[in-house]
């Protein structure tokens, strides 16, 4: 339920005149302002592996289908912790956030579309950078993101290689 089907007011009577993170986020503003201060902001390289799909392996134990997806994981924690540490506040958020991610795709010889709506589905592929920012050390829990903002994918070109655009924001 939004603050403004709560109190029964118009949206515009529940908006904060500071532009500012903390207030916004204090008087229930919604998220995702792109001129919010982001609090990270980091191309992690790479082909964007799914996170989620599992296998029966016997005796109970259960793995990740892709086995590219322990290479992926290390790569988000790698660049997403180097990024972190570079900033002031080093303790991982514990606060709600908004994330923002743009996936560049490998382009297949003859693509069907100009976007790739293909496999992997996009939740699969946020899935694994909400838990390697975990990992990372950015946020304490991944159950943080309260948000993700405008999530996509775009095949790979000279401008954009490939990998993940990650942004940041408090909510």
């Known amino acids: 339920m939004k603050h403004s089907e709560k109190n029964g007011e118009p949206d515009a009577a529940n908006t904060c005149p500071s532009a500012t993170t903390t207030a916004n986020a204090a008087c229930g503003t919604p998220p995702a302002n792109p001129s919010d201060p982001v609090l990270l902001d980091v191309f992690i390289p790479g082909k964007p592996i799914p996170k989620g799909s599992m296998r029966h392996v016997?005796?109970?134990?259960?793995?990740?289908?892709n086995?590219?997806?322990?290479?992926?994981?290390?790569?988000?924690?790698?660049?997403?912790?180097?990024?972190w540490s570079m900033r002031q506040h080093?303790?991982?958020?514990?606060?709600?956030?908004?994330?923002?991610a743009v996936f560049y795709m490998p382009r297949p010889k003859r693509p069907r579309w100009a976007?790739?709506?293909?496999?992997?589905?996009?939740?699969?592929?946020?899935?694994?950078?909400g838990d390697g920012l975990e990992s990372?050390?950015?946020?304490?829990?991944?159950?943080?993101?309260?948000?993700?903002y405008r999530p996509r994918k775009y095949y790979a070109d000279p401008q954009h290689p490939m990998g993940a655009r990650i942004k940041v924001w408090a909510a």
């Open 136 to 148: 990372a050390g950015v946020l304490c829990n991944d159950s943080r993101i309260v948000e993700w």
């Open 67 to 83: 086995t590219d997806l322990k290479r992926w994981m290390r790569t988000i924690d790698l660049v997403a912790r180097r990024a």
């Open 58 to 65: 016997g005796n109970g134990r259960v793995i990740h289908d």
């Open 90 to 100: 080093r303790d991982p958020i514990d606060a709600p956030v908004v994330v923002e």
């Open 115 to 129: 976007r790739p709506a293909t496999k992997p589905d996009c939740d699969k592929l946020q899935r694994a950078i």
